[in-house]
Every structure is written in structure tokens, then in C-alpha cells.
């Protein structure tokens, strides 16, 4: 009984388990699972209309076509350049500290003051380079243009500042760099409700600016001064991972972010002339595109320089050596930021500088400052040093100073000028040690003499040198040298350099040859390390010129057929013609092809030749060499032009130096003397390079120095490109044709000339892997057995010979040579790609679309890009594709203003942009222009570009302002920029500008220099005569002569009527005629609507705020305004007395009384003729009655009678009012027994009716029952 | 300013439509004293005046300062414009001078380029209009540069010294040019050529296609040589005739030759058979020279190069033409990516 108040077990009807179990279930029944509907329910899917269908399928065609980008080819170099971080923000937001604590997290070290950019190696591919932005616009507006990253550092407790919004419209501009917003300051939140909300809003805003989702990151507080480490890792590992859109502007621009300037003038024009243009150089990453030498560089706040010199340096900031590992060591963690003092170790293109900061630095710095005081005093007087002894010696009497006399009893020479500036403390030790110097500059060079000595020295003796050295000469100042030692060395190269004879091409290959030079010098170095300097010098050029001598018999001998390579020689050596009878040198030169080409076929196919040359430019010249030794095996006479020869000759002595490779590599002799051997490898490289370089641009050197004289002889040498150049020079007026005429012609008739371009015909022979038959049976091969359906012929594959090979290959794997089994496992890949390949052709045809090709194209140029230079040097590489992203270069720049260098501002960021083709020049731009929206007024006619507006006749009409929320088109004089660059306009970039700063945007749409903008001119006359619709009109012109300009144009009076201009009268001068539609008044102003063009004033005044003092580079101002000019010269405005508002007066307005014709008059209806009658006139006296004058008792009988009146009228009211109310009551009461009376009639009629009703209705019945009861 | 130091200096009038190419392409203002300074009659030539008009017409915004002698010659390169011009050439020289700098400029216009040139079409110094057209234009293709309103059509045909001869050429706007592989010139398949003749027997024309043939045809059997005789107002104002050749190898490259007939009045009579066979020579010759692109066009297609993106590009030429040797010189004196030679 217990059992039946149990629950019974409810099945489960949802869930998983029991879908579970229903699957089951109609698996069991054979239905199939339920989720294939499409299965299960044909006709549910079934397309039901094919339009929507249509429809549908576009829109999904449509969402994926616009997903993909236009493929362009990648170039993003192999090791790129540190990421640029700008860290921006408004003052005291924490931007120091921020970085401070992002480099100690990467490198653990701490930079205490940050000037300048800071590059760190942030991880194994990646390097960061951080710099901070101010709010200082200019250098807001530089920073955005190169960053790559910006963090926005946002005050959370303040919220967002004008600077943050700026800077992001600033970068909207330039494209928009990656940007990651920080909030500070978050420990200033008591309730963390607040600050929830805060950050809320904070985020919401900050998406609206960048993007929905943009990351926003929180420093939740400090710690001693520190952001919390945790969250500063967080941060860096942000920055780490983080991937890069390129921006079209920074990719098609090189440019640097300089971390480093040097003043390389020449010491000794800065001591005649402080305000001398400088020379600086610039060190920096580069970044962008590739840069090439002596192009144009835009200095932002500087101006535009041509590059004098660009050489790349060993990376200071190195990224680790590929390695397997996690992390990096902390060998690896590296800073570099030299305007900052970091990174000691400062390599130059020649010399090694350490900065010996810290204490040490500054107590020598203390020692070696007064000599070098004392050198500066004695350079910078502009006199001889004897005028200068003899001067100072009178001013120091005048001075004398106690100490001072002791000075001249040691030493007679003295600077007064110099004593004056340094303080009496140090000068007296400063003293004494310039004349030790003194002395030690008599005794002669020593190697233990003072570093700075030496200096000094040097900058007296030497001003005449090189420049080169001058480079390290002025820097000592504040550097010491490291290297003391390797930079004499290199001097001494250098000048052994002009003294050798370099072959005549040497010039462009200077670098090559001195660090060549160098090493080799180096091995000697060691060995005599204590030789003196001049020594040295002797042996070194003794043993490069043995070098040089050596070299060449030495080469004679490894040749096996050296009275051929003779013979060369002297061909190169003359510029004589090819006389080809000496059969010599025919078998030389077929040995040299033979040894190019194993096959040692003569046709003019080159495909096997260019396999085997190393050298690009052999693979473009390969048919010329082979044609000369066709030349000589036949035995004709050639005679070609000059330039044919030159580049076979060229082409032949670049063999020859192949040969020497050759040979001497095999040859054990010289092994022993390695320094020789080094010697005669650079020659041979600088041999090498030569050839058509040298035929091409070594004469355009020359070419370039034609106007400065001829030196031909400089160039001389092995090569004799004197020759072509004197003749270009010849030619300088000959005719211009670009046809290439031959000046010795073949006979054609000739069977082995004919022969020689056989093969250039389909008819020839072909090469081996396009021989149609070859190819056809090694089809054959590969596809072994087939059937011919249609004729049903079976072709058996015979087995061909690779496969027999391979049958005995592997009948005797066992004892063959591994290198056998390599070949037969090459040939079996080989197999199974081109296997592979048919399948892939057959199949995946229909897939690869247009995109695929395209994309694919683009990756095969990448990779050919890529492989073109891939192992060759930078020396090399440099010269042809310029300097690559990535490098880290040094930029010489001459006749930079002097302010540059002495108002050098380590935290303003120098950036050197490359100019591309024309950006250089100046011109008309055209842009379409936008007043920002936030910017509080409109802008006016006194800024730089003119705005106009289209009409829509296509007329540009200039407009005074520029509209409040539309775009208009706007026009200035200023560098050419290519179309669709972004730009942006401030009013002033001085940093006193209250609201926000930036006035407008736009875009560069056109550059076109002939440009028409027009304004709007009226010109305004009067009539003087009327006619009926001629007027005469005069005050529009001053001449007939204007008139007559504008004869037949269209003019207009104020009130509308529209004329044409006829013709000019003579009686006033400038008057016309004029026909009109309608007849004028006298009143009426007649005008005329004309356009006159305006011209773009070509004013173009680049910003130039870094050569503004220090701590005034944000007071750059360009133009003032001329209300700004009024103001500082006090100048009241005269304001045009018809511009003034007036209090309006309004006139009365007199009408005239109608007047009324008297026959009108007459003719009128009485009704409407005008009464004449006159009104009354005043009553006359004798009618008028007089007044009444009453007696008191008169008086009172009248108030009286009043009174009863009154009392009377009274009663008589109440009496109506009562008879009234009677009236009232009196009709209800009628009204009341009226309707009493109605309702008893209609009761009484009531009965009467239903009586009567009755009483027929009775009637009826007994006439009814009638009929029946006599039926019945 | 810095437009001023970065200007261009020469002397001498030589090369000087490749330094005004480059000049107007690079964008740098180049000035050349010295023109035929030492001559008899110094200065500027009507060709050349004709040739600086010319670019005048393309460009928008040059300014070109010429002394009174004509010696020295100041130009500052404006926007290259394009649209639709005519311009008159001189007869002392061939189209084909003029032609051949359009065809460096035309690409880098602003609008499509679509101009009568109007003077001598064939003539013995320049190449001729017809070679252009069957190498010059092949090429441009190669870079990228074609689609339908790219031609260029011999209206009127005119020989020297009258001239009369019209050439509409029109070609569209490139910014971006392809990078170029031509490294295997193949093997010539086919040769045609055009013989022409104006104001002579149009026998001369068939002669001329006869001697031609028997010299090609030991070669290749390939052969047709159109014959073009035209008549009336399309026969130009002197009388001539000649003859161009064009090899096309199995890889789309193309050598071409040619030869013109003595200008009236100039020189002895030619024989049609004698030109003929010598033309035939002259292409066997450029075959002999071999590369991928032709004696004429090896300093367009190296100019190209150039002026592509900075993707590698690679061509095979014959012996360097010293027209092409000094096209380069002057590129690389106009900054633009030197040593595209020697890669």
C-alpha cells in the first residue's frame, strides 16, 4: 500500500541526455539524425526563387572581393628597424616615468634624464625606439608623421586634454600609426565606484576618436615614484606583440629619426666666421624606403639639404644572433641613446669614441680643458701667431696680474684675449700646461705626447688636409679617442691612398679599397707595433707598392697561355683594333669560353652562361664576348666602334681576373705570403667591379668636370676612359640620334657569318632542354604507356636510358658512391615535382582566380627582390639598390645654418625625410580644404592659401572665408607633395594658443601650375540720359578704351532690368550707351558683374623652429596678422565712415491731398462728387445761450427734487424687478398645469383607444366566428 | 632656395633631349651652356627649338630661358600634363626624335597623352615612326603600359626634305609601371617588314620586298614584308621610299632595321634592290648584336627600369649603343637609381 504514494518516474523530455536518447531513437527507426534537415527535407531547400538566389550569392561574391587589398609586392626588410614609440601626452602626466620604467623593464638599466630618442632591444626580432612628444605642436606634427606606435598618456583624474585630441587629429592626417591610450594618475580615485565610471567614460570616448575597441590601458598607481612593474611588463609585452599597418606615406618615404648629431665643420672657419653654415653629420636608423646618396632630405623645422655624403655603420643596438632560446641574456638587453649619454661606445665611420661620463671623465676633462682652451686662444685669433705673440705680449702688460708675471717669466708668448674669458682659479693651472705643449710642439712629433697635444697639432699643422679627417678633429672637444691609434693608422692609409697610383677607376670605389687596405695593414700593424709612425708609413706604402707589382707578374705566371693574356693586356692597354690574325690569341680566347661554358657550344644562346656567371652584369653582356670569339675564330677583320670595344675589353679583362680566381686558388706557392695574397684578392675585386661601372659613370664624372677643367689624367690607369671621355667632350655638339649605327659591317654572303646567327632563327639548333624532339621523348618517359583511343594504337614506353640507369642502379646499390645515389634520388624528385606539377595543372586551374595570380606574381618579385642582392655586401649593395630600412647611417649634411648646431636641443626630435623625385620643388598645390570642426572661427583671407570655391560651371571662385561645415578648395605656394597626401593647417604653431590648434584639414588633390581663381568684381555707373530703352551711362569706366573691352557684356540695374553695353560715347570719357529691356529712371544703378583673377602670391616660408634659441622653440611665428601688426605698432584702424552702424531715422512721409479733375468732376455721379459744403462754422456769439447761475435756495430745492428722484427710480427698479420675478414664477406655474393637463389627455386618450381597440378587435371576432358558426 | 642648388648643369647641345626627359622627370631644372658655342652658326637648331616647344605643350608650368645667341638654355621642368595637342615638328628631323622622348613621357602624364605630330615620318637619321611603332610599343607593353587608346598611327606618310607626313599617337597613364624579366630573347619566328613608298613607282616598293626576301630567306621562311604606298594627301611632299624590318623571336621581342631612301635632291639615286638588300644586312646585324630589346630602345627600356617601382628588373641587351651609354650618364646626374646597369 506504501508503493502507491510514490512518484512515478517522469520521463526527460530536455536536456541532453534525453536528445541523446531521441537520436537513438530515430536512428533505430531509420530516420536519420535530425540535423540533416537538408537530407531529411529536400524540398525545404530546394531554391525557391533563383532571382533572390542570384541575389544572395552577389552579396557573398561582394563581402569577399572587398576583403581583399590590392597585393603589393613586400619589402619589408629582412632585419627592420627599431619601432618607433612616441609617448605623448599633456604636461605632467607621467611621460618620463613612463619610459624610464619601460626601458628599465627591457634592459634593466635606469636612465635618470632622457633627451632624445632611446632605441632598446625590446626581444629577439624586435628593437623599439622610444621618444617622448611634448605638446609643443611642431613637434607633435613631426612625431606623428614617423611613429609607428603612439602612446597616449591620459591624466584619468583630469580627464582628456586638448593635447591628446590635437595630436590624434594630427595623426588622422598622416595615416593613422597604431595608438594605444594609457591612464595615469588612477591612485587619485577615492571611491571605486568613480573610478569605474571614470574609466568608463574615458574608454567610450577615447573609441569614438580612434576605433570602437582600441586598446586602452591602466597604470593603477605608483610605487616610489614607479609605475608597478607588473603592469609596466603587461605593457612592454603590449608594445612587443603588436603588428603594423604600413602606411603609405612612410613606406614610400626613407627617413630617419636622428639620435645623434655632430658638428664636422671646419674648426678653424668657425674660428674666422662663428656664424658659418656648418657642415653636421646625423646618425640614424633608417626607416621607410630605400635612401639613396646625395638625394634631398627635408630637416622638419630646419629646411631642405641635399645629402652630401650617407655611409652605413655597424648597428649600435644590435639584435641578437639567431639563437634557440626564449629570452635574452643580458648581454643581449642593450640601450642606445647617445643624445642621453648611453650606449658610452660611439662608432664612427672611421674612429671608435668613448664618452667618458662620471666622475673620472670630469676631473680629466678638468686637466685637458685649459690646453685646449689655450689652443682654441691660439687659433682664434685672426692674426699670425707671430702678430698674436707680439699683440698679446702688450695687452698682458696692461692686464698684469700677480700670478699672471710669473706666466711671463717662464714663457714669452701669451693669449690676454683668451685670459679674460677663463676664471682666475683655473686659468693659472690651464696656463702651465699649454706651455709644456709649447714646448713638446718644437721637439717634434713623439708617440707619448699629449692626446689632446696631438690634437692641437694637428688642427695647426694640418687645415689644409683632407676633410675627412676633420671629422674626428672636431669632435675631440668633447670626446676622447679610444683609438688613438687606429685612427692615425687610417690616416696614414689614406695618404698612402693619394699617393699609390690607383688604377682609373679607383674613385668610387675609395671605401672598398681602404678597409681592404686596412686589414692589411693591420697584420703588419701587429708585427711592428713599435715603429715609429713615419716608419710605418714608409713600409706600408713600400709594401703595398710591392703588392701592387707583385701582384701582376704573379698573376702572368699562374696563366698557362701567358703570351696570350700578354697580348690582352696590351689590347687593353692601346686602344688599338682587334687584328685577329694572331691565332694566339684566338685560342685564348676560345679557352677562356671553354672554360665558361663546359659545353663549349658557340651559339648565341646564353641560358648556360648565365648559369655559370656569378656576376649580373656578365649575365647582360654574355653574347657580345661570345660574338668577339666567334670574330677571331673566323679570322675576319672587325673594326667596331669605340664603345664596342671598350666594353670588350672590359669584358675580356674581367675574365682575365676570373682566370687568376681560378688558378690562384688551386695553386699552392703563395700560401705562405698571406699578406700578398690579401692584397692581390683586393686588387682583384677592385679589377673586378670595373667593366661597364666604369665605362658608363666613371665618364660622367668626368663629364661633371668638364666645366672645372679637364684632369683626364686622374682617371688614368689600366683603363684608358680618358679616351671616351675626351671624345664625349669632342662630341659635346654632335648629332643627338639614338640610332646605333654599324660601322663595320659583315659580309653577309659569307657562310660562317651566316652561320653565326643561325641559331638565333627557329630553324637553328636549340638548346638541350628545348630541343622539341628531346623534349617530346623525355614526355615520353614520363608518361610511359598510352593509348591512342581513336586509332587504338597502344604505345609501349620503352624503358628510356634514366630508367635503365636506374635498373642497374639498383642492381648495384651496394658499391656505388653515395654521390651516384644522390643523382638517382635528384632524378626521381625531379620525376615526381613534374608529375606534380601536370596534376596541379589539371586540377587546380578552376581555383586559382585573377587575386591568386596577382598575389602570386607579386611574391615571385618579392623573392626575386630579395635574392637579387641577397649575398652580396652592403659596400656593394648600397651602391645599387641605395641604403636599405634597417641600416644604421650616417648622414653628412653641408651648409646646415649654424643655429642648428648652437641651439642644439637633444629633445626636440630631428627628422631627416627623403625628398622623393620633384618633392623637392615648389610649386602651386592645390588641396581640398576643411575647416576642423572644432576649431572656434573661420578662417580668413590673411592666411597662407587662398580658398576658393567651384562653381558649377567649373569657374574657382574665391571666397573670403572658408565655409563653416563644408569642404572648399584651397591654393598656396609650397613644396610639391604628391596627390592624396593628408595636410594640416594651425594658425600658429607658437604655444600660446589657447583652444584647440589645429584650423583645418584637407587633402592635396592637384598640382596643376596653372591655376584660375577668380573674384567677383562690380563695377557700378549711373545714368545721365534716358532714352526710352537706350540710357546713356557714365561712372562704370575711365576710358573708351575700357569700354570698348567690354562691349556687348551684360549689365544690370539694381531693381532688375537687364542691358547690354553698346558702345562708348565721346562727351564724358568712360561714358556708354546701353540698350535695356525697359525704360530707366534716373534713380536706377546700373551695374556690372565681371572676374577678375587673382595670382597665388609665391610666398613659401618654411617653419624653422629648430634653429630657434633653447627654451624658445615653440615661439616660432611665421606671419602676424595685420590686426597683430596694428597692435604692436599701435596703429588705429580708420574705419570707413559708411561701415559704421547708425540708429535708423525714419522720415514722415507727406502725402499730397487728391486732386480731382474738374471735368472728372463733373462727370461724376452726385454720390461720388465731392461735397462742397463747408462744415459749421462756430455758433456766433449771440446764439450761444448763457450760463445759469442758481441761488442757494434755488440750490437746495433742486438737491432736493434730486434726491426724490433718485429715491423715486429706486423703488420703481425694485418694483419691476419684483414684477418680474412674479412674471417668472407666475409662467412656471402656467407651465407646470399645462403639462398636467397634457398628461391627463394623454391618458384619457389612452383608454379611449384601447376601449376602442377592444371593442373592434371583439368585432372582428364575432365577424370571424360568424361564417364559421353558420358553417357549423 | 633649395631648387636652385639642385639643379642640373651641362654644356653642350648634345644629348639634349635626354636631359630634358630626365630634367622633366626628375623634376629638376637643368641649364646647358654652350650650345654649338664654337660653330659658324651658334645656338639652338629649329629641330631642337622644335623639340623644347614640344615639351612646353606637355608640360604645365615649365619655364624655359633660352639667351640671345640661343647658346645657353635654362629649363624648369613643369607638371607633365598631357591631353590632346598637335604639334608641328621640324622637317630637319625625323618624328621619331620626338616620338622617342613621348614615349619616356607619356606614361607619367597627368591625362592620357593624344598627339598629331606632324613632319617627316621616315628619314635617314631617326628611327622611323614604323620601327617605333613595331618595338617601341611592344615594349611599353611589357611594362604595363597598354589597353586600347594606346597606338600610334602613320596618318600621312612624309619623306624629306618636304615632309607633310602625320602620326597620331595616343597612350594612356601609367603610375605604376611592371617590372620587367626579359633575360631569354628566344629565337626569332617570324620577320615582317613594310616597304614604303610615296611619290615614286609603287613598283619601287616590290622591288625593294624581293631583294629583302632574297637575303631573309636563307634563314627563316617566315617572312612578309607588307608594301604601303600611299597617294595624294597622304604621300607628304617629297618623294622616297624605304624599307623597315622588324624580327619577332618566339619570347615577344622584337630587332628591327631600316633603311630610307637619299632625300630629294640629296645624294645619288638609290637602287630599290641595293636598299633592300642592305636593310635585310642591317637587321642580320642587330640579329648579330642580339639581347632582348633592340639598339634603338635600350635606353627606353633601361629608363623604364628606372623610373618602376624598386622591384628588380632584368634585361639582356646587346652591346650598349652610345646613345644608351649616355642616357644613363645623365640618368644617374638626375639622381635617378644609378647603376641600374650593374646589378
Known sequence: METKDQKKHRKKNSGPKAEKKKKRHLQDLQLGDEEDARKRNPKAFAVQSAVRMARSFHRTQDLKTKKHHIPVVDRTPLEPPPIVVVVMGPPKVGKSTLIQCLIRNFTRQKLTEIRGPVTIVSGKKRRLTIIECGCDINMMIDLAKVADLVLMLIDASFGFEMETFEFLNICQVHGFPKIMGVLTHLDSFKHNKQLKKTKKRLKHRFWTEVYPGAKLFYLSGMVHGEYQNQEIHNLGRFI????????????????????????????EDIRTNNKCDRKVSLYGYLRGAHLKNKSQVHIPGVGDFAVSDVSFLPDPCALPEQQKKRCLNEKEKLVYAPLSGVGGVLYDKDAVYVDLGGSHGFQESEEVRPTHELVQSLISTHSTIDAKMASSRV?????????????????????????????????????????????????????????EMSEGDRLENSCSDDETEEGPDAEVTDKQYMSRKGIKRQKLEMEEDFEVDLPAFADSDDDLERSSVEEEAEEADESSEEE????????????????????????????????????EKSLTRKKATFTTSDSGHCTAEEAFASEDEPEGNSSLSTEEEDSENEEAIRKKFPKPQVVSSQKLGSGNLIDETSDIEDLLKEEEDYKEENNYSTETSGALKWKEDLSRKAAEAFLRQQQITPNLR???????????????????????????????????????????????HVEAPHDWDLEEVMNSIRDCFVTGKWEEDKDAAKILAEDEELYGDFEDLETGDVHKGKPGPDTQIEDVEEEIKEEIDPSAEESAKKKHLEKKRKLKEM???????????????????????????????????????????????????????????????????????????????????????????????????????????????????????????TPQHMHCGATFWGPITPQGTGFLAVQSVSGNMPDFRIAATGVVLDLDKSIKIVKKLKLTGFPYKIFKNTSFIKGMFNSALEVAKFEGAVIRTVSGIRGQIKKALRAPEGAFRATFEDKLLMSDIVFMRTWYPVSVPAFYNPVTSLLKPIGEKDTWSGMRTTGQLRLAHGIKLKANKDSLYKPIVRQKKHFNSLHIPKALQKALPFKSKPKTQAKAGKTPKDRVRPAVIREPHERK???????????????MKKAKEQRHLHNKEHFKMKQKEEEEKLKRQKDLRKKLYRIQGQKERRNQKSSLKGPEEQLK | MATQAHSLSYSGCNFLRQRLVLSTLSGRPVKIRKIRARDDNPGLRDFEASFIRLLDKVTNGSRIEINQTGTTLYYQPGLLYGGSLEHDCSVLRGIGYYLESLLCLAPFMKHPLRIVLRGVTNDQVDPSVDVLKATALPLLKQFGIDGESFELKVVRRGMPPGGGGEVFFSCPVRKILKPIQLIDPGKIKRIRGMAYSVRVSPQMANRIVDSARSILNKFLPDIY?????????????????????????????????????????????????????????????????GGCVDSTNQSLALLLMTLGQQDVSKVLLGPLSPYTIFTLMVARGCQFLAYILIL
Open chain 1, 240 to 267: 612587443t606583440v603588436m603588428k603594423f599597418r604600413p602606411l603609405t606615406w612612410q613606406t614610400s618615404h626613407p627617413y630617419i629619426l636622428a639620435d645623434r648629431m655632430e658638428d664636422l665643420t671646419n674648426p
Open chain 1, 395 to 451: 695687452t698682458l702688460f696692461t692686464d698684469s696680474k700677480p700670478l699672471g708675471s710669473e706666466d711671463i717669466d717662464n714663457q714669452g708668448q701669451w693669449m690676454p684675449k683668451e685670459e679674460k674669458q677663463v676664471d682666475l682659479k683655473t686659468g693659472r693651472v690651464r696656463r702651465k700646461a699649454i706651455f709644456g705643449d709649447e714646448e713638446e710642439d718644437e721637439s717634434g712629433d713623439s708617440d707619448d705626447e699629449d692626446d
Open chain 1, 532 to 567: 715609429d709612425s713615419t716608419a710605418e708609413e714608409e713600409r706600408d706604402i713600400l709594401e703595398s707598392k710591392a703588392v701592387r707589382e707583385g701582384g701582376k707578374p704573379e698573376l702572368l705566371q699562374t696563366d698557362d697561355s701567358s703570351d696570350s693574356l700578354n697580348m
Open chain 1, 694 to 740: 666604369k665605362l658608363i659613370y666613371g665618364t660622367v664624372t668626368e663629364d661633371n668636370e668638364e666645366e672645372d677643367g679637364d684632369n683626364g689624367e686622374e682617371l688614368g690607369g689600366l683603363f684608358r676612359v680618358s679616351q671616351p671621355a675626351s671624345e664625349c667632350k669632342h662630341k659635346a655638339d654632335s648629332l643627338d640620334c639614338s640610332r646605333f
Open chain 1, 839 to 961: 596534376f596541379d595543372a589539371e586540377y587546380d586551374e578552376g581555383e586559382s582566380t585573377y587575386f591568386d595570380d596577382l598575389k602570386g606574381e607579386m611574391q615571385k618579385q618579392a623573392q626575386l627582390n630579395r635574392a637579387e642582392f641577397e649575398d652580396q655586401d652592403d659596400e656593394a649593395r648600397v651602391q645599387y639598390e641605395g641604403f636599405r630600412p634597417g641600416m644604421y647611417v650616417r648622414i653628412e649634411i653641408e651648409n646646415v645654418p649654424c643655429e642648428f648646431v648652437l641651439n642644439f636641443d637633444p629633445h626636440y626630435p630631428i627628422i631627416l625625410g627623403g625628398l622623393g623625385n620633384s618633392e623637392g620643388n615648389v610649386g602651386y598645390v592645390q588641396m581640398r580644404l576643411k575647416k576642423h570642426r572644432w576649431y572656434k572661427k573661420i578662417l580668413k583671407f590673411q592666411t597662407i592659401p587662398l580658398y576658393y570655391i567651384e562653381d558649377h560651371n567649373g569657374r574657382q571662385r574665391l571666397l573670403k572665408y
Open chain 1, 1197 to 1211: 430745492i433742486l438737491a432736493l427734487l434730486d434726491a426724490l428722484s433718485t429715491v423715486h427710480s429706486e423703488k
Open chain 2, 225 to 289: 614584308i607588307y608594301t604601303d604606298h600611299m597617294k595624294g594627301i597622304n604621300s607628304g611632299k617629297s618623294p622616297g621610299f624605304g624599307l623597315s624590318l622588324v624580327a619577332e623571336t618566339t619570347n615577344g621581342t622584337f630587332l628591327s632595321a631600316e633603311l630610307a631612301s637619299n632625300p630629294q635632291g640629296q645624294g645619288a639615286a638609290m637602287l630599290p634592290e641595293d636598299l633592300g638588300r642592305n636593310c635585310a644586312r642591317l637587321l642580320l646585324e642587330e640579329i648579330y648584336r
